[in-house]
């Protein structure tokens, strides 16, 4: 259940109203990880505590001070910080709007290694890309690639353990409820352009595997840290995109700037930042973040290549107020509940919304611009929420007729999750 937390360090303070912290002061959450990942505690930090441990830094916001150097340019207050190095930033449930596109600002980070140096996005044009795999391999500047093709597409991007934070079992990685994921619009070329600009591919290529710029610990088999993604060459080449550009600025540095493969319907670690070599190739990458992390297997099971990778995603949804975070209380009456679906790998159909924990279910409307099968859409429910205690959840459909489940699938990294149970947001009408 959604409310009832699995261990008791772990309370979460951004979903329950009765959360021990006075909403006012509950600027800005931080959770710690002890040593072994074993411990969670969730903390509230005040404002005033905050500027007493700011550094001087010069901001107006003491919060936003708080945040790593890559990401202190977000809205510090829509955020969990799970973790500074490497860098986990959540949104909270009530940061994500109505409208549809995730502004930057508000928008989850997941860093797996430290991030690169600030100077690659200062001049985005000459940051270059290999590609291999192809008849005429070559290197690529951006300025290149920006002359060679041009489309957009808008997509949900997210982390394959968004949700882990609700499974029962010890899982390793961050605790992400809702929050690591966003919509968000990308432009740049499609990849297959540039493949037949360089003579098509080799014979014999299965995958498309990227690789991220980013400088490597000194003395470590790279392959144990490398973020290097492999997917198949067909979705590689019907949807792939070589992206400079998201929510119509060039990508921020702590997003992948100034390059970044995207790969529309899949989870987030196929999206390869600051990607410098694209490859097509005949077998996945030998990087441990594709042979053995990234797959789904039973709890108590090690990772191995023939398990289940994470690429397509899988059809979900969540309600995002009201009632959600620190809001103001929620009053009895008429009251539009609110939240976003998508299909996964392809377009939502429908979503229904109960206000009595799934034991009635109402049709909801999509509202707002359909921005295409990868993109998620808001919903909508005008309601009569009575005083009381509701547990508010929705249930996605697919395209092609996948049901959000009510029971998340268990598997030992806690990927993958979209039970409808576990998502459902409980409220205090007054
Ligand atoms: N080069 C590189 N690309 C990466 C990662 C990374 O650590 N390095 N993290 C991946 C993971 S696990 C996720 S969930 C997304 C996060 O994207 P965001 O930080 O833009 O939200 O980027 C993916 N691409
Ligand atoms: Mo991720």
Redesign the pocket.
Known sequence: MSDQRKHPARGDAFDSPSAPVAPSRRRFLTHTLGIGGGLVAYGATGGAALAATAGGAAKSDPAQAELPEAVRWKEADAFVLHGRS?ITLESKRSAFGSSGITPANR???????PVPDARIVADPNAWELTVEGVEQPRTLSVAELKTMGLTSVAMV?Q??GNGRGFFAHETSGSQWRTG?A?NVIWSGVPLKTVVEALGGPVDGVKFVTST???ALPEGLDPDLVQ?ERSIPVDKGLDDVLLAWEMNGAPIPL???GPLRVIVPGYY??N????VKRVALTSAESTAKIQQTSYRIRPIGVSGAPDQPSMWDMNVKSWITGPGADESLPVKSGRQVIHGVAFGGNEAVESVDVSIDGGKTWETAELIGPDMGPYAWRTFALETNLPAGTHRLASRATSASGERQPEARQENERGYGNNSWRDHALMVEVG
Not at 107 to 113: D, I
Not at 271 to 274: A, E, G, R, T
């Open positions: 490497p928008l989850y980070v997941r860093n797996n290694l991007l982390c394959s690591a966003g991220g710029g980013e973020v702590a997003h992948g987030g670690c999206n390869v930042k600051y």
